[in-house]
């Protein structure tokens, strides 16, 4: 079946460090592929989406690119900010489906 | 506003005992999700229903029931709690693949 893999449990850095949180994947299909972020006391909401045709996803600062000979899909910002302390959950769906593959989760923490 | 709204927030309970959370979306999706959220932030569907109709029911005990009046409208049941039921259960809905989840329901279990 599909499966997201997200090795890091947490990452804690500075502000102004840059953010790399490592993704993988795993599929016999083509997927849409997604990055979560859940903020303390909120459920998870969309942050980014990248599908195998446009290979690229940017919002708020964070980029993802998809990388179907690696199947990765790593989440990168150049410069965080204590407000992006949260979960960033990588996860996948099956193109046309609804039902959505959620991996375990990377527990960022910025300090000022 | 539209969203997804759950209620209770918080609910404590003694083991045994039975338990009710709702759930309603006012973004006028088909779809709608539980999912249950552990303490090391796990997230593991549940249920899913489209349209009231059960589409998705992955391997949870018996004592769970979801139960769906309308496609605006998902509730859950727990007959009878257990320690491991204490989580955070949410709610969420779509239309394709961005799933709109609510804030949460956290069951406490004693």
């Not at chain 2, 989840?101 to 956290?106: A, K, L, Q």
């Amino acid at each position: 079946g599909d499966s997201v893999t997200q090795k890091q449990g947490q990452v804690t850095l500075s502000e102004d460090d840059f953010l790399f949180i490592n993704c993988t994947y795993s599929t016999t299909t083509y997927p849409t592929l997604l990055w979560y972020v859940q903020y303390p006391g909120q459920g998870p909401q969309l942050l980014l989406k990248v599908t195998t045709a446009n290979n690229k996803g940017i919002s708020r600062g964070f980029e993802a690119t998809y990388d179907k000979g690696t199947t990765s899909f790593h989440l990168q910002k150049a410069s965080v900010q204590e407000s992006d302390s949260a979960v960033y959950f990588c996860a996948l769906v099956r193109t046309g489906g609804y039902k959505v593959v959620f991996g375990s989760g990377t527990r960022l923490l910025v300090s000022p | 506003e539209t969203a997804v709204f759950q209620t209770p927030n918080y609910h404590v309970t003694q083991v045994g005992n039975e338990v009710s959370f709702n759930c309603k979306q006012t973004l006028g999706h088909d779809t709608m999700y539980w999912y249950k959220q552990d303490s090391k932030k796990l997230l593991k569907i549940m249920f899913s229903y489209n349209n009231k109709q059960l589409i998705v029911n992955e391997t949870v005990p018996r004592r769970f029931s979801p139960q769906s009046s309308d496609k605006a409208h998902l509730n859950l049941r727990i007959k009878s709690v257990e320690p491991e039921d204490s989580a955070v259960y949410l709610c969420a809905s779509s239309y394709s693949y961005e799933q709109y989840f609510g804030p949460g329901t956290r069951l406490t279990v004693l």
